[in-house]
Each structure stands twice: as structure tokens, then as C-alpha cells.
């Protein structure tokens, strides 16, 4: 039967056809719908880990146990899990192993643009780069047996436009993979230096293995057409020219790391203009250089963002076509903005208004750093903001230190903020720390962490207590507010900035879009035109909730999204905005 699935759907179901049986991840676009898909299958485990390098290590784990193991995440995830990948690549594997690496070209939902197929290289691993949903099923399940053939984890690499669009699949039976016996082997899973330098050897072996395998499999495909021109391609940018070069020969390359070298010379030795198309960094493309031929690659595309039909028509052959994403006419800039009801905007308000410096951290809270809050200084990765502030202190000093906060959300600090706070106390900062605990992962799309006490597969466990956790790790003065109740959250902010030691405001109120628990407001504004003076301090706050009526030079409710949160008549100094009655 076939059936429509996005990439990332195709991914989950090839790793249940391939008797799959474990799979970890943390949440992350473009990859979190990997594991929510899989979830959804009887007779598998799947888990939300606290973050990357966990999840990666319990996939370690699992495959050293014998069961055939998925671990996802999206490109800067692989930064975090890069440690146990690259000793994975030296202790192999039982059971096959598939870290599925989802890239961002064109930062859609990220911070950077990183071509994450250098990770193959570094680590030695192998790299599968499917450019439909059929073949995210199918290399997925070839992956599990290439991970045992050669004993090694296998990178299955995909993007952002691959991992949201959707093709036609078909759909497969289940194979019944038996979990492989686990044998005591010391010399294989234990990386002692003396162990490590034989397992090294063995990785070299495998690659040269693996360099034979690339040459025939038909993963690799040459698609002869007219031999004028020679593209090779993979991934999504193959579907571009297919469709913008339909009879020009190609070179598909299915797998990306290691490269088959006599592939690409019987390839190019055929072709007047060999070109090659790759989004990002110029992998294939520099090692066909190094094989001594003549190619074009990013003298013609750039090594920034996504690639389109209309650039490789444009750059190929010269004509420029209109996108079909383009408008002919100018339209009304809509940034990204925080929900109605966001229990972060409140925060960010107080932040600005008090003119703090706020290092900050990856979440739905990064767009307080946008107009018109614009009450965010810093935001690295994943966990930096407390680190970051530590290290502002330690720079100009705890005078310094009372006008810097540092911002991040319940799911981030569980990911990787623990640690970081830890140094703060260790070293005798005495930060503050604002936990914006809104009960999910929101931005990635609502999925549960270890302080929101349900697992990936919707079951009850126990829910991390962030107080007595960060209690712990020795901080003394913790207080707990409603980030909503800008009063006391003002009150308790300056009070915490004044101390001589670290301190940690948990600033708790659920994510305003979560169904669970939640109780519509029976509550609505209105805002008196009489006493309103079109101040614009409600607009400040970049809530959709409430809008400037250009006509009238006043603020006006929108009743359609506002939620009724209470905010806006904290903010107004009038007392112009009141409640319905009846």
C-alpha cells in the first residue's frame, strides 16, 4: 500500500520495518516528528532523552545489548553526541546503529548552517543521504544491515526540506530481527588506549571495505542522459535537477562518505562540463578536485543557504525564473512573535524595562531578543546562557553581575544547564538564573521532558523537582513566581540581583497552546477609547492580542486572539483596559 509521509515519518516506519526495537532522541527541528512516528509503533521502546549526548549513548547501549537502535536529532545535536560518536565509530556495533543527522540549510529553525556530512568523515563512519520519503524508508533499512555488515553506526543525513515535505511511500512488513546475543568483549567495547589502538585499525579496514562497497552499490547511480553536461548531485538537490535538467547525465550519489572514486573518473571521463550540485560545504566537489579533475561547483552556487529549481536554472542555464514563492507585490512583514497568553512575554518586558543584560538560550523565549521586546543580549547553544553570564561576572565583576541575568527554559536546563549552574556555584559566581518553566518543550512542538513527568509514549513517571534539583547543586535562595504577575516578578528580580551569592528564579507558568489542564479564560477585554491616550505601551509588548488602530490613534483588543492572560492591564498606566461585563 502506498501512502503519502513526510521524510521524517518515512525514516520511523523504515526503522520499524528493519526490527528496530529501541530508538532515542531529543527533540529538535527538523527532526523531532522521527520519534513521535516511531512511538506510535507496538512492540518498541522509544524515549525522549535529556539531550543528544544521552540519547546517543543510550543507543550505544542498546545496540552493545544486540537490539537494532535509532537515535535522531537535528544538526547541532551531532555537537552534543559527538563525543560518544566518534569512540562509537572505534567500539562498532551488535546491533545496528542509525543516528539520523536532520541539517538546516537556509537556518529555517536553527542557529547555524552546519553540513553535518563532515561528521562522516571525521568520524569514519558511513553516510546515507535519501532525496524522497520512499527512499528515507528504504535507506533507513538499509542502514540497520550496513551497520552490521561493516560494524559500524551509520549516519542517515537528511534536511529540513526532505524531513517536512512528503512523497509517496510504500509501505512494508515488518521484520522479525532477532536481538542478537551480547558476548563480554573487553577488547571491543572497552576504549582503554591499549584496546583503542587495536579498534583502530579496525576502523581503517572497514573504510577501505567500505570504499570497495560504494563502487557497486546501486546506491550510487550514474543516469545517463545527454553528455554535455554531468551533474552529480544528492540528497533533495537531485529532485531539483531532475526537474530543471531532465536530460542531462547524473551522477546520484546515495552515499556520501566515503565517495567512490572510480564511480565519479567513469563518470567525469564521459561528460563535456562536469558539474557538482550539493547544498552547504563543498564535500564532493573538493574531493573530486583532489582526484585531479576538472569541475565546477561553487564557482557557480553559493555555500549559503537552501537550493531552489529556479537557482539551478538560473546558474546553469542562464534564464531567471521568478520563484514560486515570490510575490509580485510587497506585503506586510510578520515576524516571528510569541503566542497570546505567552508566559515568557511577561519576563522579557520586565527585562527591557529594567535595561538588564540578559544572556539567553535556545528556546520559544530566543524571540524576546526581537522587536519589540529586544530584551535579549546573548544567545549561543544549547545551556550557554548560565555559563555565559558566569563568565561576564568573572569578566567585569559582580557589580556586573547585579544587572545581568541569565534566561533559560526548563526543557534547555534539564538538556544542559545543570552543569553549567553547577560551575556557577562552584566557582563562587553569584548569578542569577531565570528558569522560564512553561511544563514542555515548546518550540520543537510540545513534547514532555523529565520535569513534566510523562514519557515519549504518553505514560506517567516521575517528574524531575527543578527546585530541589537546583537546591542540590547548592543554591540557597530559589524562589518560584508567576512570570504574569509582573509585580511580584519585579519585586522578586530585584531582590535576587542584590544578593551575594547565586540565586535561581523558577518563573512557572504552562505554555499558553498546552491543552492539558488547561481552563479558557471566561474573561475578555475591552479598552475605553475615553481614557486611553495611545501611549502604544501596550503594544510594546509584540502580543497579537492587541493592535494599534491607525484611524483612531488608540489600542484596541482583538478579541479573536487574546487570550485573556491579565498582562496588558498590568502594563497600562491609565487604566484604560477593563474588563467585559456579563
Request: hydrophobic fraction near 40%.
Amino acid at each position: 500500500m502506498k501512502k503519502l509521509m513526510l521524510g521524517n515519518e518515512a525514516i520511523a516506519r523504515g526503522a520499524y520495518e528493519a526490527g528496530a526495537t529501541v530508538a532515542a532522541a531529543y527533540p529538535g527541528t527538523p527532526s523531532s516528528e522521527i520519534l513521535s512516528n516511531f512511538a506510535k509503533y507496538d512492540g518498541v521502546y522509544a524515549e525522549w532523552a535529556p539531550n543528544e549526548k544521552v540519547a546517543l549513548e543510550v543507543g550505544a547501549g542498546a545496540s552493545v545489548g544486540g537490539a537494532r537502535t535509532l537515535v535522531a536529532m537535528k544538526h547541532v545535536g551531532v555537537n552534543v553526541a559527538a563525543d560518544p560518536l566518534y569512540t562509537l565509530s572505534y567500539i562498532g556495533v551488535n546491533g545496528g546503529l542509525v543516528l539520523v543527522s536532520a541539517d538546516d540549510p537556509g537556518m529555517h529553525s536553527s542557529q547555524n548552517e552546519q553540513d553535518n556530512r563532515g561528521y562522516g568523515r571525521f568520524a569514519k563512519v558511513p553516510v546515507l543521504e535519501p532525496s524522497d520519503s520512499q527512499e528515507a524508508k528504504d535507506f533507513t533499512k538499509l542502514a540497520f544491515s550496513l551497520s552490521e555488515e561493516f560494524d559500524t553506526p551509520v549516519i542517515l543525513r537528511t534536511t529540513t526540506r526532505l524531513s517536512h515535505s512528503q512523497t509517496l511511500v510504500e509501505e512494508g512488513e515488518r521484520e522479525e530481527i532477532r536481538i542478537k546475543e551480547y558476548r563480554k568483549n573487553a577488547a571491543k567495547y572497552v576504549m582503554l588506549p591499549g584496546y583503542a589502538r587495536l579498534r583502530h585499525v579496525e576502523v581503517e579496514k572497514r573504510m577501505l571495505k567500505l570504499k570497495e562497497y560504494v563502487e557497486t552499490t546501486p546506491l550510487n547511480r550514474i543516469e545517463w542522459g545527454n553528455k554535455k553536461i554531468g551533474i552529480i548531485t544528492s540528497g533533495i538537490p537531485y529532485q531539483y535537477v531532475k526537474e530543471v535538467l531532465p536530460d542531462a547525465s547524473v551522477l546520484k550519489l546515495g552515499i556520501t562518505n566515503p565517495l567512490p572514486e572510480k564511480l565519479i573518473r567513469d563518470f567525469a571521463a564521459e561528460v563535456e562540463r562536469l558539474i557538482v550540485i550539493e547544498e552547504l560545504e563543498p564535500v564532493i566537489e573538493e574531493h573530486v578536485k583532489a582526484l585531479g579533475i576538472k569541475v565546477e561547483g561553487k564557482n557557480l552556487f553559493s555555500v549559503l543557504g537552501e537550493y531552489s529549481p529556479e537557482l539551478i536554472e538560473e546558474k546553469i542555464k542562464g534564464i531567471k525564473v521568478q520563484s514560486a514563492g515570490d510575490l509580485s507585490s510587497e506585503i506586510p512583514a510578520r515576524p516571528p512573535l510569541m503566542c497570546p497568553g505567552c508566559p515568557h512575554r511577561g519576563v522579557f518586558y520586565t527585562l527591557r524595562k529594567k535595561k538588564l543584560v540578559v544572556t539567553g538560550d535556545i528556546g520559544c523565549y530566543t524571540l524576546g531578543a526581537l522587536s519589540p521586546l529586544e530584551a535579549m543580549d546573548t544567545c549561543l547553544c544549547m545551556g550557554a546562557s548560565i555559563g555565559m553570564a558566569l563568565g561576564m561576572e568573572k569578566a567585569r565583576g559582580r557589580e556586573f553581575a547585579k544587572k545581568t541575568v541569565a534566561v533559560i527554559g526548563d526543557s534547555t536546563f534539564v538538556h544542559s544547564g545543570i552543569t553549567a549552574l553547577i560551575d556557577v556555584v562552584y566557582n563562587k559566581g553569584v548569578s542569577t538564573v531565570l528558569i522560564l518553566d512553561n511544563d514542555t518543550t515548546a518550540m520543537t512542538g510540545h513534547q514532555d521532558h523529565p520535569a513534566t513527568g510523562i514519557t515519549l509514549k504518553n505514560e506517567p513517571t516521575y517528574k524531575l523537582d527543578l527546585p530541589t534539583l537546583v537546591k542540590a547543586v547548592g543554591v540557597e535562595h530559589i524562589r518560584i513566581v508567576d512570570p504574569l504577575n509582573l509585580e511580584e516578578f519585579e519585586k522578586t528580580l530585584d531582590e535576587e540581583l542584590n544578593r551575594e551569592a547565586p540565586s535561581v528564579i523558577i518563573a512557572k507558568r504552562p505554555c499558553a497552546l498546552l491543552k492539558k489542564d488547561r481552563i479558557p479564560s471566561k474573561i475578555k477585554y475591552y479598552i475605553d477609547d475615553e481614557i486611553c491616550t495611545g501611549c502604544k505601551q501596550c503594544i510594546r509588548v509584540g502580543c497579537t492580542g492587541v493592535y494599534f488602530d491607525e484611524e483612531t490613534k488608540k489600542a484596541k483588543i482583538n478579541l479573536k486572539t487574546c487570550v485573556a492572560c491579565g498582562l496588558c492591564p498590568q502594563i497600562c498606566k491609565f487604566d484604560a483596559i477593563k474588563v467585559m461585563e456579563g
